[in-house]
């Protein structure tokens, strides 16, 4: 029998990092529809009211106080009897900062509990931004104790100085555990969520709701996907990914303790939300940045053409505008697949030929490049002149240009900089080649939930049988130069996502010479990498926030076995003095 009841409301929103008005409206909003569920208390993000995850701007004295004063005046508004707000925000108390959750109840702030285990690997970096806080109690809310873990706070990673935060909780008497996140997609990351969850149930024997924000920023793309487990580990409620959602979930106190049963949305997997990823991502990069819309160049071959379907599911037809730009090598089945894609996807599109510009660049420079042979220069001279007129028409109209190299042609360099690296955003930049392909057949299968464009078949097939090719000279093809995409892209993910030696690639079956290529091309472009523009992550390390190399940087491994340690040449007594220095 029912003794007690007990209504949550999860706001999965998607707040803009540095908009503290409009977080503060968002969650009002929630609130709302919470008054209207009768819920006792409505709960937020991680860091909600900043925008997660603010990096250096958290550090602005003037930041801190306007979120402070917004968390106030929310705070004020409670009074009116209406459900309390559990709400992240960053909070300054004693001279230290801190990645804080506060409770707003009958007018006031009635409690703040602070993250205290701070994560410090991937894309993460708030050791240098936040203190760490002590673990604390549950917060009191409409007679219930709520325990608050905040992200990291639930992850246990077997370390001295990892805080048991979960333990401390259920050792206070905690009843529910709601966990607010700013945890970023990543594939699979679903399934680890939740192991995570299973396991700290298990541990304390308390259900756990698990609440994590949506959207897109910069680089990052969180998905969502909200859930809530039961004591007992069945699944109480699944919320949709990728999208904006507010629900109450009714919570019944029985003689086990709290149960709940609320809805279970199915969720996407592998490819299909890899795919909804990216257009989440170009949709908020382009929305929170204030473009009225993007442009892209239109080769024909199968990255624009993804990069393309993408625009259009994440901001319609009506505000994407494809341009194709021919040279001489353009082949004339590239031309009409290049329109015949434009008009699968209804976009703006014009052909602008390119052959009186790099004539002009050409008889330009004839005189210093007298008696010199043609080579790379001449084919980078036409994606520069493609990159320049792309520009030229984004400066004009306004539109971002996106760019549309793959994960496979970053890696070894296989772009031109200032040519067809020019762009504001890139929503394929962490996709291998191999992936693009998928991606774009399965695009011409299924339409996901949310997207713009139209159904069916909106990529040609023949750009996807076709080989691979940047069309800069007589019958090119990307394999004339680089190993079959199914190899490259097989040793780049043991080279970047797992960083493993190349003697063990070899090992597993690999050619010696293709994976000393390989790796010297990841590493000389580097610099390449450094000037790409930004784009979604999608796999466990992506260029940029996951892998930070150096530019400058002499050391290549060799493909030898690796030397085993010699402890002996190891005194004694050096670890001891060096921890007694450093004390």
Same mark, same amino acid.
């Given at each position: 029998?029912?003794?007690?009841?007990?209504?949550?409301?999860?706001?999965?929103?998607?707040?803009?990092?540095?908009?503290?008005?409009?977080?503060?409206?968002?969650?009002?909003?929630?609130?709302?529809?919470?008054?209207?569920?009768?819920?006792?208390?409505?709960?937020?993000?991680?860091?909600?009211?900043?925008?997660?995850?603010?990096?250096?701007?958290?550090?602005?004295?003037?930041?801190?106080?306007?979120?402070?004063?917004?968390?106030?005046?929310?705070?004020?508004?409670?009074?009116?009897?209406?459900?309390?707000?559990?709400?992240?925000?960053?909070?300054?108390?004693?001279?230290?900062?801190?990645?804080?959750?506060?409770?707003?109840?009958?007018?006031?702030?009635?409690?703040?509990?602070?993250?205290?285990?701070?994560?410090?690997?991937?894309?993460?970096?708030?050791?240098?931004?936040?203190?760490?806080?002590?673990?604390?109690?549950?917060?009191?809310?409409?007679?219930?104790?709520?325990?608050?873990?905040?992200?990291?706070?639930?992850?246990?990673?077997?370390?001295?100085?990892?805080?048991?935060?979960?333990?401390?909780?259920?050792?206070?008497?905690?009843?529910?555990?709601?966990?607010?996140?700013?945890?970023?997609?990543?594939?699979?990351?679903?399934?680890?969520?939740?192991?995570?969850?299973? !396991?700290?149930?298990? /541990?304390?024997?308390?259900? =756990?709701?698990?609440?994590? $924000? &949506?959207?897109?920023?910069? +680089?990052? #793309?969180?998905?969502?996907?909200?859930?809530?487990?039961?004591?007992?580990?069945?699944?109480?409620?699944?919320?949709?990914?990728?999208?904006?959602?507010?629900?109450?979930?009714?919570?019944?106190?029985?003689?086990?303790?709290?149960?709940?049963?609320?809805?279970?949305?199915?969720?996407?997997?592998?490819?299909?939300?890899?795919?909804?990823?990216?257009?989440?991502?170009?949709?908020?990069?382009?929305?929170?940045?204030?473009?009225?819309?993007?442009?892209?160049?239109?080769?024909?071959?199968?990255?624009?053409?993804?990069?393309?379907?993408?625009?259009?599911?994440?901001?319609?037809?009506?505000?994407?505008?494809?341009?194709?730009?021919?040279?001489?090598?353009?082949?004339?089945?590239?031309? !009409?697949?290049?329109? /015949?894609?434009?008009?699968? =996807?209804?976009?703006?599109? $014009? &052909?602008?030929?390119?052959? +009186?510009? #790099?004539?002009?660049?050409?008889?330009?420079?004839?005189?210093?490049?007298?008696?010199?042979?043609?080579?790379?220069?001449?084919?980078?001279?036409?994606?520069?002149?493609?990159?320049?007129?792309?520009?030229?028409?984004?400066?004009?109209?306004?539109?971002?240009?996106?760019?549309?190299?793959?994960?496979?042609?970053?890696?070894?360099?296989?772009?031109?900089?200032?040519?067809?690296?020019?762009?504001?955003?890139?929503?394929?930049?962490?996709?291998?080649?191999?992936?693009?392909?998928?991606?774009?057949?399965?695009?011409?299968?299924?339409?996901?939930?949310?997207?713009?464009?139209?159904?069916?078949?909106?990529?040609?097939?023949?750009?996807?049988?076709?080989?691979?090719?940047?069309?800069?000279?007589?019958?090119?093809?990307?394999?004339?130069? =680089?190993?079959?995409?199914?190899?490259?892209?097989?040793?780049? +993910?043991?080279?970047?996502?797992?960083?493993?030696?190349?003697?063990?690639?070899?090992?597993?079956?690999?050619?010696?010479?293709?994976?000393?290529?390989?790796?010297?091309?990841?590493?000389?472009?580097?610099?390449?990498?450094?000037?790409?523009?930004?784009?979604?992550?999608?796999?466990?390390?992506?260029?940029?926030?996951?892998?930070?190399?150096?530019?400058?940087?002499?050391?290549?491994?060799?493909?030898?076995?690796?030397?085993?340690?010699?402890?002996?040449?190891?005194?004694?007594?050096?670890?001891?003095?060096?921890?007694?220095?450093?004390?």
């Amino acid at each position: 029998m029912t003794e007690y009841e007990f209504r949550l409301t999860l706001a999965q929103l998607n707040p803009s990092v540095g908009d503290i008005e409009g977080n503060a409206a968002k969650a009002r909003a929630a609130r709302e529809k919470a008054r209207a569920d009768l819920a006792d208390v409505v709960v937020f993000p991680e860091l909600f009211i900043a925008g997660y995850p603010p990096e250096d701007l958290v550090l602005k004295p003037a930041f801190q106080a306007a979120c402070r004063a917004a968390i106030e005046q929310l705070a004020r508004e409670t009074a009116d009897g209406g459900p309390a707000m559990l709400i992240g925000t960053p909070w300054v108390e004693e001279g230290k900062l801190f990645n804080a959750c506060a409770l707003l109840d009958q007018g006031r702030i009635a409690a703040l509990r602070f993250k205290a285990n701070l994560p410090n690997y991937g894309v993460f970096d708030e050791k240098r931004l936040f203190a760490r806080g002590v673990p604390s109690g549950p917060v009191t809310i409409s007679g219930v104790r709520i325990g608050v873990p905040i992200c990291e706070d639930i992850w246990l990673e077997e370390s001295e100085d990892y805080e048991n935060v979960v333990e401390t909780l259920a050792e206070t008497g905690a009843e529910i555990l709601v966990v607010p996140n700013g945890s970023p997609y990543g594939r699979d990351k679903g399934d680890l969520r939740l192991s995570v969850a299973v !396991a700290r149930i298990t /541990e304390s024997g308390l259900p =756990l709701v698990y609440l994590n $924000e &949506v959207g897109g920023q910069d +680089e990052l #793309v969180f998905d969502g996907a909200s859930f809530a487990l039961n004591g007992d580990l069945t699944v109480a409620a699944q919320l949709p990914a990728f999208e904006e959602h507010v629900t109450t979930l009714l919570w019944q106190r029985c003689r086990g303790g709290w149960h709940c049963s609320g809805p279970i949305v199915e969720q996407p997997d592998g490819d299909k939300a890899d795919y909804a990823a990216c257009v989440l991502g170009l949709r908020d990069y382009v929305a929170k940045n204030g473009f009225p819309g993007v442009l892209l160049g239109i080769s024909g071959g199968i990255d624009s053409a993804l990069c393309a379907a993408i625009a259009v599911d994440a901001l319609g037809a009506d505000q994407v505008h494809g341009v194709m730009l021919p040279y001489r090598y353009t082949a004339p089945h590239s031309i !009409a697949d290049a329109g /015949e894609l434009a008009g699968h =996807l209804g976009i703006r599109y $014009e &052909v602008l030929p390119i052959a +009186e510009a #790099v004539s002009g660049f050409e008889t330009i420079l004839s005189g210093i490049f007298k008696n010199l042979p043609l080579d790379i220069t001449e084919e980078n001279l036409q994606a520069r002149t493609r990159g320049t007129l792309l520009m030229a028409i984004s400066n004009k109209t306004g539109l971002m240009v996106v760019t549309t190299g793959n994960k496979s042609e970053m890696s070894v360099g296989y772009a031109t900089l200032y040519g067809d690296m020019n762009g504001g955003f890139n929503p394929i930049k962490d996709i291998y080649k191999t992936q693009v392909f998928r991606l774009a057949a399965l695009r011409n299968a299924w339409k996901p939930a949310g997207a713009l464009g139209p159904a069916g078949e909106v990529i040609p097939p023949d750009i996807i049988a076709r080989p691979p090719t940047a069309e800069l000279r007589e019958n090119q093809t990307d394999q004339d130069s =680089l190993p079959p995409y199914d190899v490259l892209d097989a040793i780049l +993910e043991r080279l970047v996502e797992r960083e493993e030696p190349l003697e063990a690639i070899i090992a597993a079956g690999f050619y010696r010479d293709t994976v000393t290529r390989i790796d010297h091309l990841l590493n000389v472009a580097e610099y390449k990498r450094r000037q790409a523009a930004p784009g979604v992550k999608v796999t466990r390390k992506n260029f940029g926030r996951d892998r930070r190399y150096p530019i400058t940087n002499r050391f290549r491994d060799e493909g030898k076995p690796l030397p085993a340690p010699d402890e002996t040449l190891v005194s004694r007594g050096s670890r001891a003095s060096i921890d007694a220095f450093e004390g």
